[in-house]
């Protein structure tokens, strides 16, 4: 359906999953910039599995990896459920302010 860049959410969870060192941690922020794109729409997961053929777990998965590297912190419920969708709603609506505070710019 529609593409971030040149490359799809399908093309950058594939690109992820091969990478390693510090090109994995790149992959996996375009991936989840990406995915952050569409975090909107509802039902999330569904959207992007039938939109890009892209699994909630290839996402998850980068939001995790992310946060064990320090590169991001996953907002947690009250009883400490991970919230991964309100994770990529702040990366949409403050990609600059996000990327500051992490000293990435």
Same mark, same amino acid.
């Given at each position: 359906?529609? !593409? ?5 959410? +399908?093309?950058? @969870? ?5 990478? =390693?060192?510090?090109?994995? %941690? @790149?992959?996996?922020w375009e991936l989840v =910039? @990406? @995915?952050?794109?569409?975090?909107? =729409? !509802?039902?999330?997961?569904d959207f992007l599995r !039938? $939109?890009?053929? %892209? ?12 946060? !064990? ?11 400490? +459920? =991970? &919230?991964? %969708?309100?994770? &990529?709603?702040?990366?949409? +609506? $403050?990609? %600059?302010?996000?990327?500051?505070? &992490?000293?990435?710019?």
């Amino acid at each position: 359906m529609r !593409e971030f860049g040149n490359m799809g959410l +399908k093309t950058l @969870a594939k690109l992820y999953r091969v990478a =390693r060192g510090d090109e994995k %941690v @790149a992959r996996a922020w375009e991936l989840v =910039r @990406a @995915a952050a794109r569409y975090s909107l =729409r !509802e039902p999330y997961w569904d959207f992007l599995r !039938e $939109n890009f053929e %892209v699994r909630a777990e290839e996402v998850k998965d980068a939001l995790r990896f992310l946060e !064990e590297t320090g590169e991001l912190q996953i907002k947690r419920s009250i009883d400490g +459920k =991970r &919230l991964y %969708v309100s994770t &990529l709603k702040d990366i949409r +609506k $403050n990609p %600059v302010r996000l990327d500051r505070w &992490l000293g990435l710019t």
